[in-house]
C-alpha cells in the first residue's frame, strides 16, 4: 500500500554502526502538511519536542534561568530514515511564520537543505520562508501540496511567479500523504544538492 | 499522536531541578542530530534522567530523540548529556558537517540518493 497509514511503530533503535546524522528541514504554514509529510516518509511514528531559548536567541544572559519571562518555546516534530548501516537522516517540520525563524537559525545550522512546503490557497505564507532560505543561502525546492478541495488549480508556471521564484530552484507538486510522493519531494532536494555540489567542485 | 505536556511553561521548576539551576550549556557542543552512545549502565544513585539517558542510548540515539523520549526540552537535554559526557559515561558521534558552514559533498550527497531511492 503506498499512502501513508498510521501503522508506522514507535521509535524504534537505529544499528549500532550508526555515525552520521543528518537533517532536511520541511517549512511551512500551519497545516500545509508538514507533519503529514514527515510521516509518510518516516521509519518511525513521527516524535515532537520543543525548544526553550530566549526571545532574541544570542546573547543569552549567564545568571537568567530558565524560569525567567525572557524564555519561549518553539515545538516541532520530526521523523527518520535509516539511509544505510551508517547514515541516519532526521526530516524536521518547522512553522515557518517570522517570530520562529530564531529557532532556525540556531536548531537547523547545518541542515542539508529544505523543502518549503506550499498551499496555493494560501501562498503568501510562503514568502518569508522562502526569503530567509535564499538571505541564509540554505539550499531548498518548493513543493506544492495539492489539497482536495483546492479548486483554483494554479499551475506550477503561476506558482513560480506568484512566489516570485527564480528558475534555478526546482517548483514541484506532491501529495504529502503518499510515500512515494513524499520520497520523491526528498530526492528532488537532494539531487538539487547534489548539483549544486558538483557545480561546487569544478570550479577551481 | 499523543498531545505534548507543556513541561516548560506547566512546572519550570521541573526544569530547574533536573538541570540543578543551570540554565546554560556550550551550545556547540551536542547538534540535534549529534547520536549519543552509553558507555556504562547505570549506577544506584544517579539523577533518574540520567539513568533514562544511559538506558535509551545502548543504542546510538540522537540528541533530539533523547529529548522527544524524556519530554524535555532540547536545551534542558544538552546540559544532562555534557554531564554524563563530562563523566565518560556517554560518547557522541557527530554529525560531520553541522558545525561548518561549508555545505555536504557530493560523495556524502550521492551516498544520501542512493539510500532515499532504496526506500
Ligand atoms: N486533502 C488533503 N489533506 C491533507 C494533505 N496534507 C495534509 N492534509 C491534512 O491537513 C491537515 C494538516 O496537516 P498537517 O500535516 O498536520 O499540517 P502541518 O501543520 O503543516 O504539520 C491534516 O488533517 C492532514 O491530514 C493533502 O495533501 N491533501
Ligand atoms: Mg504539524
Redesign the pocket.
Same mark, same amino acid.
Given at each position: 500500500m503506498d499512502s501513508a497509514t498510521s501503522e508506522l511503530p514507535a521509535r524504534t533503535p537505529l544499528a549500532d554502526a550508526a555515525e552520521t546524522g543528518l537533517k532536511i528541514v520541511i517549512v511551512?504554514g500551519?497545516?500545509?502538511?508538514?507533519?503529514? /509529510?514527515v510521516r509518510s516518509v518516516s521509519e518511525i511514528r513521527p516524535l515532537n519536542t520543543e525548544e526553550v531559548m530566549t526571545q532574541a536567541g544570542i546573547g543569552v544572559d549567564e545568571t537568567a534561568g530558565l524560569t525567567t519571562k525572557t524564555t519561549t518555546t518553539v515545538a516541532f516534530d520530526f521523523g527518520r530514515i535509516s539511509l544505510n548501516d551508517r547514515m541516519v537522516l532526521y526530516l524536521f517540520?518547522a512553522p515557518g511564520q517570522e517570530r520562529f525563524w530564531f529557532l532556525w537559525d540556531r536548531l537547523f545550522s547545518g541542515t542539508l537543505g529544505a523543502v518549503v /512546503?506550499v498551499d496555493t490557497r494560501r501562498m503568501s505564507e510562503s514568502w518569508y520562508a522562502i526569503d530567509r532560505l535564499e538571505h541564509h543561502r540554505t539550499p531548498f525546492v518548493v513543493a506544492v501540496?495539492?489539497? +482536495? +478541495?483546492d479548486v483554483s488549480a494554479f499551475s506550477l508556471a503561476e506558482i513560480r511567479q506568484a512566489l516570485s521564484l527564480p528558475d534555478h530552484v526546482p517548483l514541484i507538486d506532491c +501529495?504529502?500523504?503518499v510515500r512515494s510522493s513524499g520520497k520523491s519531494v526528498l530526492i528532488n532536494l537532494v539531487d538539487h544538492l547534489y548539483e549544486l555540489a558538483m557545480a561546487r567542485e569544478m570550479t577551481p | 499522536m499523543t498531545p505534548r505536556r507543556p513541561v516548560d511553561t506547566g512546572d519550570p521548576d521541573r526544569l530547574y531541578t533536573v538541570t540543578g539551576g543551570r540554565s546554560r550549556v556550550d551550545d556547540d557542543s551536542f547538534d540535534l542530530v549529534t547520536l549519543i552512545v552509553s558507555e556504562c549502565e547505570p549506577t544506584a544513585g544517579m539523577q533518574s534522567e540520567h539513568v533514562r539517558i544511559l538506558e535509551l542510548c545502548r543504542h546510538p540515539t540522537a540528541v533530539v530523540e533523547v529529548s522527544a523520549e524524556l519530554r524535555l526540552p532540547v536545551t534542558v537535554v544538552r546540559i544532562l548529556l555534557g554531564d554524563l559526557l563530562a563523566t565518560g559515561r556517554i560518547t557522541a558521534r557527530h554529525p560531520r558537517a553541522a558545525r561548518s558552514a561549508e555545505l555536504p559533498d557530493s560523495a556524502l550527497l550521492k551516498e544520501v540518493l542512493l539510500g532515499l531511492r532504496n526506500l
Amino acid at each position: 500500500m503506498d499512502s501513508a497509514t498510521s501503522e508506522l511503530p514507535a521509535r524504534t533503535p537505529l544499528a549500532d554502526a550508526a555515525e552520521t546524522g543528518l537533517k532536511i528541514v520541511i517549512v511551512g504554514g500551519f497545516g500545509v502538511g508538514k507533519t503529514t /509529510l514527515v510521516r509518510s516518509v518516516s521509519e518511525i511514528r513521527p516524535l515532537n519536542t520543543e525548544e526553550v531559548m530566549t526571545q532574541a536567541g544570542i546573547g543569552v544572559d549567564e545568571t537568567a534561568g530558565l524560569t525567567t519571562k525572557t524564555t519561549t518555546t518553539v515545538a516541532f516534530d520530526f521523523g527518520r530514515i535509516s539511509l544505510n548501516d551508517r547514515m541516519v537522516l532526521y526530516l524536521f517540520g518547522a512553522p515557518g511564520q517570522e517570530r520562529f525563524w530564531f529557532l532556525w537559525d540556531r536548531l537547523f545550522s547545518g541542515t542539508l537543505g529544505a523543502v518549503v /512546503l506550499v498551499d496555493t490557497r494560501r501562498m503568501s505564507e510562503s514568502w518569508y520562508a522562502i526569503d530567509r532560505l535564499e538571505h541564509h543561502r540554505t539550499p531548498f525546492v518548493v513543493a506544492v501540496n495539492r489539497f +482536495d +478541495d483546492d479548486v483554483s488549480a494554479f499551475s506550477l508556471a503561476e506558482i513560480r511567479q506568484a512566489l516570485s521564484l527564480p528558475d534555478h530552484v526546482p517548483l514541484i507538486d506532491c +501529495d504529502a500523504r503518499v510515500r512515494s510522493s513524499g520520497k520523491s519531494v526528498l530526492i528532488n532536494l537532494v539531487d538539487h544538492l547534489y548539483e549544486l555540489a558538483m557545480a561546487r567542485e569544478m570550479t577551481p | 499522536m499523543t498531545p505534548r505536556r507543556p513541561v516548560d511553561t506547566g512546572d519550570p521548576d521541573r526544569l530547574y531541578t533536573v538541570t540543578g539551576g543551570r540554565s546554560r550549556v556550550d551550545d556547540d557542543s551536542f547538534d540535534l542530530v549529534t547520536l549519543i552512545v552509553s558507555e556504562c549502565e547505570p549506577t544506584a544513585g544517579m539523577q533518574s534522567e540520567h539513568v533514562r539517558i544511559l538506558e535509551l542510548c545502548r543504542h546510538p540515539t540522537a540528541v533530539v530523540e533523547v529529548s522527544a523520549e524524556l519530554r524535555l526540552p532540547v536545551t534542558v537535554v544538552r546540559i544532562l548529556l555534557g554531564d554524563l559526557l563530562a563523566t565518560g559515561r556517554i560518547t557522541a558521534r557527530h554529525p560531520r558537517a553541522a558545525r561548518s558552514a561549508e555545505l555536504p559533498d557530493s560523495a556524502l550527497l550521492k551516498e544520501v540518493l542512493l539510500g532515499l531511492r532504496n526506500l
